[in-house]
Protein backbone atom coordinates (compact mmCIF):
# COMPACT_ATOMS: atom_id res chain seq x y z
CA UNK A 1 0.00 0.00 0.00
CA UNK A 2 2.99 2.58 1.27
CA UNK A 3 4.05 2.03 -2.70
CA UNK A 4 0.69 2.45 -4.22
CA UNK A 5 0.90 5.73 -2.46
CA UNK A 6 4.43 6.77 -3.12
CA UNK A 7 3.79 6.22 -6.76
CA UNK A 8 0.36 7.89 -6.72
CA UNK A 9 1.97 11.00 -5.28
CA UNK A 10 5.70 10.41 -6.49
CA UNK A 11 7.07 10.28 -3.01
CA UNK A 12 9.51 7.61 -1.36
CA UNK A 13 7.95 4.87 0.40
CA UNK A 14 9.29 3.30 4.01
CA UNK A 15 8.79 0.18 5.70
CA UNK A 16 9.96 1.88 8.79
CA UNK A 17 8.47 4.63 9.88
CA UNK A 18 11.14 5.89 12.22
CA UNK A 19 13.89 5.74 9.33
CA UNK A 20 11.43 8.25 7.76
CA UNK A 21 11.04 10.88 10.61
CA UNK A 22 15.27 10.50 10.95
CA UNK A 23 16.30 10.63 7.27
CA UNK A 24 13.84 12.95 5.78
CA UNK A 25 13.90 16.51 6.87
CA UNK A 26 10.45 16.97 7.47
CA UNK A 27 8.71 20.65 8.90
CA UNK A 28 5.80 18.88 10.04
CA UNK A 29 4.50 15.25 11.53
CA UNK A 30 0.98 14.51 11.21
CA UNK A 31 0.16 11.21 13.24
CA UNK A 32 -3.23 9.74 12.56
CA UNK A 33 -2.38 5.89 14.01
CA UNK A 34 -3.32 4.47 17.03
CA UNK A 35 -2.43 6.60 20.09
CA UNK A 36 -0.33 3.80 21.63
CA UNK A 37 2.19 4.16 19.20
CA UNK A 38 2.70 7.85 19.04
CA UNK A 39 5.39 7.41 21.90
CA UNK A 40 8.27 7.30 19.76
CA UNK A 41 7.05 9.11 16.82
CA UNK A 42 6.61 12.36 19.15
CA UNK A 43 9.71 11.92 20.67
CA UNK A 44 11.68 11.04 17.44
CA UNK A 45 10.22 14.59 16.26
CA UNK A 46 10.89 16.37 19.15
CA UNK A 47 14.59 15.47 18.15
CA UNK A 48 14.44 16.29 15.00
CA UNK A 49 12.91 19.23 14.90
CA UNK A 50 9.62 18.75 14.21
CA UNK A 51 6.24 20.53 14.70
CA UNK A 52 3.73 17.54 14.93
CA UNK A 53 -0.41 17.56 14.18
CA UNK A 54 -1.66 14.81 16.15
CA UNK A 55 -5.37 13.17 16.17
CA UNK A 56 -6.99 13.58 19.03
CA UNK A 57 -7.02 12.47 22.14
CA UNK A 58 -4.20 13.70 22.97
CA UNK A 59 -2.86 10.95 24.75
CA UNK A 60 -4.23 7.90 27.32
CA UNK A 61 -3.34 9.17 30.56
CA UNK A 62 -2.12 12.36 31.90
CA UNK A 63 1.20 11.23 32.76
CA UNK A 64 1.26 10.53 29.04
CA UNK A 65 0.45 13.46 28.01
CA UNK A 66 2.28 16.15 30.32
CA UNK A 67 5.49 14.02 29.00
CA UNK A 68 4.80 14.43 24.81
CA UNK A 69 3.47 17.89 26.02
CA UNK A 70 6.80 19.07 27.83
CA UNK A 71 9.26 17.17 25.11
CA UNK A 72 7.62 19.41 22.15
CA UNK A 73 7.56 22.42 24.79
CA UNK A 74 11.07 22.07 25.41
CA UNK A 75 12.24 21.62 21.65
CA UNK A 76 10.62 24.81 21.09
CA UNK A 77 8.22 22.84 18.54
CA UNK A 78 4.38 23.74 17.76
CA UNK A 79 2.18 20.56 19.05
CA UNK A 80 -1.49 20.70 17.21
CA UNK A 81 -4.12 18.62 18.64
CA UNK A 82 -6.84 17.73 16.60
CA UNK A 83 -10.35 19.91 17.45
CA UNK A 84 -12.30 19.58 14.51
CA UNK A 85 -15.41 20.99 16.73
CA UNK A 86 -13.22 24.09 17.47
CA UNK A 87 -13.51 25.04 13.53
CA UNK A 88 -16.94 23.87 12.73
CA UNK A 89 -19.74 26.71 12.29
CA UNK A 90 -22.19 25.69 14.52
CA UNK A 91 -19.75 25.71 16.96
CA UNK A 92 -17.97 28.93 16.44
CA UNK A 93 -21.00 30.58 15.67
CA UNK A 94 -22.04 29.47 19.82
CA UNK A 95 -18.80 30.64 21.24
CA UNK A 96 -19.24 33.97 19.97
CA UNK A 97 -23.09 34.36 20.74
CA UNK A 98 -22.33 33.19 24.20
CA UNK A 99 -19.80 36.10 24.24
CA UNK A 100 -22.47 38.17 24.32
CA UNK A 101 -24.43 36.53 27.02
CA UNK A 102 -27.84 36.59 25.36
CA UNK A 103 -28.96 33.00 27.52
CA UNK A 104 -27.90 34.93 30.63
CA UNK A 105 -25.57 32.79 33.13
CA UNK A 106 -25.74 29.20 32.22
CA UNK A 107 -26.83 26.96 35.03
CA UNK A 108 -27.36 23.65 33.11
CA UNK A 109 -25.18 21.25 30.65
CA UNK A 110 -26.65 19.06 28.48
CA UNK A 111 -24.50 16.83 25.87
CA UNK A 112 -24.72 13.82 23.73
CA UNK A 113 -22.54 12.34 21.70
CA UNK A 114 -23.45 8.95 19.70
CA UNK A 115 -22.30 6.73 16.88
CA UNK A 116 -21.79 3.42 15.53
CA UNK A 117 -18.92 1.02 16.64
CA UNK A 118 -15.42 1.76 15.05
CA UNK A 119 -14.94 -0.71 11.60
CA UNK A 120 -11.35 -1.53 13.43
CA UNK A 121 -12.27 -2.50 16.93
CA UNK A 122 -9.29 -4.94 17.55
CA UNK A 123 -6.43 -2.33 19.69
CA UNK A 124 -9.74 0.03 20.87
CA UNK A 125 -11.15 -3.14 22.62
CA UNK A 126 -7.92 -3.64 24.75
CA UNK A 127 -7.72 -0.80 27.71
CA UNK A 128 -4.42 -0.79 27.85
CA UNK A 129 -3.69 0.14 24.05
CA UNK A 130 -6.47 2.19 23.56
CA UNK A 131 -6.62 4.00 27.04
CA UNK A 132 -10.23 4.23 27.10
CA UNK A 133 -13.44 3.02 25.02
CA UNK A 134 -16.72 5.41 23.97
CA UNK A 135 -15.33 8.45 26.37
CA UNK A 136 -12.24 8.87 24.85
CA UNK A 137 -12.77 7.92 21.37
CA UNK A 138 -16.74 9.59 20.67
CA UNK A 139 -17.05 11.80 23.61
CA UNK A 140 -13.73 13.95 23.62
CA UNK A 141 -14.61 16.43 20.73
CA UNK A 142 -17.58 17.60 23.23
CA UNK A 143 -15.92 17.58 26.06
CA UNK A 144 -12.92 19.71 24.79
CA UNK A 145 -15.84 22.11 23.41
CA UNK A 146 -17.45 22.30 27.02
CA UNK A 147 -14.12 23.19 28.81
CA UNK A 148 -13.77 25.90 25.69
CA UNK A 149 -16.81 27.55 26.38
CA UNK A 150 -17.22 27.12 29.83
CA UNK A 151 -13.97 25.90 31.89
CA UNK A 152 -13.05 22.91 33.77
CA UNK A 153 -15.46 21.72 36.00
CA UNK A 154 -14.64 21.10 39.42
CA UNK A 155 -16.01 17.70 40.52
CA UNK A 156 -17.58 14.67 38.13
CA UNK A 157 -19.09 11.80 38.49
CA UNK A 158 -19.28 8.81 35.88
CA UNK A 159 -20.55 5.87 34.98
CA UNK A 160 -19.39 3.27 32.29
CA UNK A 161 -20.08 -0.25 30.77
CA UNK A 162 -19.90 -2.54 28.01
CA UNK A 163 -23.63 -3.81 27.27
CA UNK A 164 -22.61 -5.03 23.51
CA UNK A 165 -19.13 -6.54 24.08
CA UNK A 166 -20.75 -10.70 23.64
CA UNK A 167 -22.14 -9.09 20.56
CA UNK A 168 -18.99 -7.97 19.04
CA UNK A 169 -16.10 -9.93 17.56
CA UNK A 170 -13.22 -9.99 18.96
CA UNK A 171 -15.28 -9.28 22.44
CA UNK A 172 -13.79 -6.22 23.94
CA UNK A 173 -13.18 -4.57 27.45
CA UNK A 174 -13.65 -1.23 27.04
CA UNK A 175 -16.59 0.77 27.91
CA UNK A 176 -19.58 1.26 24.83
CA UNK A 177 -22.00 3.33 27.19
CA UNK A 178 -20.55 6.41 29.60
CA UNK A 179 -22.35 8.65 31.37
CA UNK A 180 -20.30 12.03 32.61
CA UNK A 181 -21.87 14.13 35.64
CA UNK A 182 -20.04 17.29 35.90
CA UNK A 183 -20.27 20.28 38.52
CA UNK A 184 -18.22 23.54 37.94
CA UNK A 185 -17.08 26.69 40.19
CA UNK A 186 -19.76 28.48 39.27
CA UNK A 187 -22.44 26.23 40.44
CA UNK A 188 -23.51 25.11 36.88
CA UNK A 189 -24.02 21.77 36.60
CA UNK A 190 -23.76 19.53 33.20
CA UNK A 191 -24.39 15.93 31.85
CA UNK A 192 -22.57 13.84 28.84
CA UNK A 193 -24.23 10.69 27.47
CA UNK A 194 -22.35 9.40 24.72
CA UNK A 195 -22.74 6.05 23.40
CA UNK A 196 -21.42 3.49 20.24
CA UNK A 197 -24.93 1.52 20.23
CA UNK A 198 -26.57 4.25 17.94
CA UNK A 199 -26.03 2.63 14.88
CA UNK A 200 -25.30 6.62 13.36
CA UNK A 201 -23.43 10.15 14.62
CA UNK A 202 -25.54 11.64 16.76
CA UNK A 203 -24.47 15.09 18.18
CA UNK A 204 -26.13 17.70 20.46
CA UNK A 205 -24.92 19.96 23.02
CA UNK A 206 -27.46 22.27 24.74
CA UNK A 207 -26.68 25.17 27.34
CA UNK A 208 -29.32 26.34 29.97
CA UNK A 209 -29.30 29.98 30.91
CA UNK A 210 -31.39 32.35 33.15
CA UNK A 211 -32.40 34.36 29.84
CA UNK A 212 -32.51 31.51 27.60
CA UNK A 213 -31.37 28.33 25.88
CA UNK A 214 -28.76 27.34 23.17
CA UNK A 215 -28.61 24.27 21.04
CA UNK A 216 -25.57 23.21 18.64
CA UNK A 217 -23.64 21.13 16.69
CA UNK A 218 -21.68 21.14 14.21
CA UNK A 219 -23.96 22.40 11.38
CA UNK A 220 -26.53 23.26 13.32
CA UNK A 221 -27.49 26.74 15.87
CA UNK A 222 -30.49 27.34 17.73
CA UNK A 223 -31.07 30.25 20.28
CA UNK A 224 -34.32 30.74 22.30
CA UNK A 225 -35.30 33.10 24.73
CA UNK A 226 -36.69 33.06 28.09
CA UNK A 227 -39.95 32.49 26.83
CA UNK A 228 -38.71 29.79 24.39
CA UNK A 229 -39.22 32.02 21.12
CA UNK A 230 -36.42 31.46 18.74
CA UNK A 231 -34.96 34.39 17.96
CA UNK A 232 -31.77 33.08 16.11
CA UNK A 233 -30.91 29.74 14.25
CA UNK A 234 -28.58 28.63 11.47
CA UNK A 235 -28.03 25.65 9.44
CA UNK A 236 -24.41 25.01 7.62
CA UNK A 237 -23.54 22.00 5.77
CA UNK A 238 -19.44 21.25 6.25
CA UNK A 239 -18.01 17.51 6.51
CA UNK A 240 -15.07 16.24 7.92
CA UNK A 241 -12.70 16.83 4.88
CA UNK A 242 -13.43 20.62 5.14
CA UNK A 243 -12.66 20.82 9.03
CA UNK A 244 -9.72 18.95 8.75
CA UNK A 245 -8.41 21.10 5.91
CA UNK A 246 -9.32 23.96 7.81
CA UNK A 247 -6.87 22.97 11.32
CA UNK A 248 -4.39 22.06 8.92
CA UNK A 249 -4.52 25.27 7.70
CA UNK A 250 -4.31 27.44 10.75
CA UNK A 251 -1.78 24.89 11.93
CA UNK A 252 0.68 25.42 8.86
CA UNK A 253 -0.39 29.62 9.60
CA UNK A 254 0.77 29.37 13.27
CA UNK A 255 4.09 28.04 12.05
CA UNK A 256 5.36 30.45 9.13
CA UNK A 257 3.99 33.15 11.95
CA UNK A 258 4.99 32.28 15.39
CA UNK A 259 3.18 35.71 15.99
CA UNK A 260 -0.08 33.93 15.44
CA UNK A 261 -1.60 31.38 18.12
CA UNK A 262 -2.69 28.61 17.59
CA UNK A 263 -6.09 27.18 18.14
CA UNK A 264 -5.68 23.93 19.69
CA UNK A 265 -2.75 23.02 21.69
CA UNK A 266 -1.52 20.02 23.23
CA UNK A 267 -0.98 22.42 26.52
CA UNK A 268 -5.06 23.15 26.05
CA UNK A 269 -5.83 19.38 25.60
CA UNK A 270 -3.94 18.34 29.09
CA UNK A 271 -7.15 19.74 30.82
CA UNK A 272 -9.36 17.17 28.41
CA UNK A 273 -7.15 14.39 29.07
CA UNK A 274 -7.25 15.08 33.09
CA UNK A 275 -11.07 15.36 32.86
CA UNK A 276 -10.97 11.88 30.95
CA UNK A 277 -8.48 10.35 33.79
CA UNK A 278 -10.71 11.42 36.26
CA UNK A 279 -14.02 9.95 34.68
CA UNK A 280 -12.25 7.09 34.47
CA UNK A 281 -11.12 6.67 38.34
CA UNK A 282 -14.95 8.12 38.97
CA UNK A 283 -16.40 4.76 37.36
CA UNK A 284 -13.88 2.74 38.76
CA UNK A 285 -14.30 4.04 42.31
CA UNK A 286 -18.24 4.50 42.00
CA UNK A 287 -16.90 8.15 43.82
CA UNK A 288 -16.83 11.49 42.88
CA UNK A 289 -13.75 13.00 41.92
CA UNK A 290 -11.83 16.43 41.68
CA UNK A 291 -10.21 18.09 39.45
CA UNK A 292 -8.23 20.22 41.91
CA UNK A 293 -5.16 18.01 41.91
CA UNK A 294 -5.11 18.19 38.30
CA UNK A 295 -5.62 21.94 38.39
CA UNK A 296 -2.71 22.90 40.57
CA UNK A 297 -0.49 19.92 38.84
CA UNK A 298 -1.20 21.70 35.32
CA UNK A 299 -1.69 25.32 36.70
CA UNK A 300 -4.90 25.43 34.69
CA UNK A 301 -7.08 26.20 38.12
Known amino acids: MAR ?17 IVEE ?7 TIP ?13 SGMHVFKEAPLARSLPEATQWHDLMEKAGLRFHVSAPYRFAPGFLQANHVLEKEPIGKIYLIRAESFGPFPVDFKWRGDPVLAGGGVLLEMAYPMIDQIIWNLGIPERLYSLNAGFCSKRVLPPYRTEDTAILTMKFPDG ?3 NLISGW ?3 QEQELLSLYGTEGTLEVNRNFLRVRDGKGEI ?7 VDEAWLTAQQIRQFGDSIMDSELKPVSTAREHLANVAIMESAYLSARTQLPETLKVYGSLLKLS
Request: aromatic fraction near 14%; hydrophobic fraction near 35%; charge should be negative.
Open 25 to 31: KLDVLFL
Open 188 to 190: AMG
Open 197 to 199: MAG
Open 35 to 47: TYLCGECITLAAK
Open 4 to 20: EYAQQYDARPYDDYRSL
Open 231 to 237: VKQNDYQ
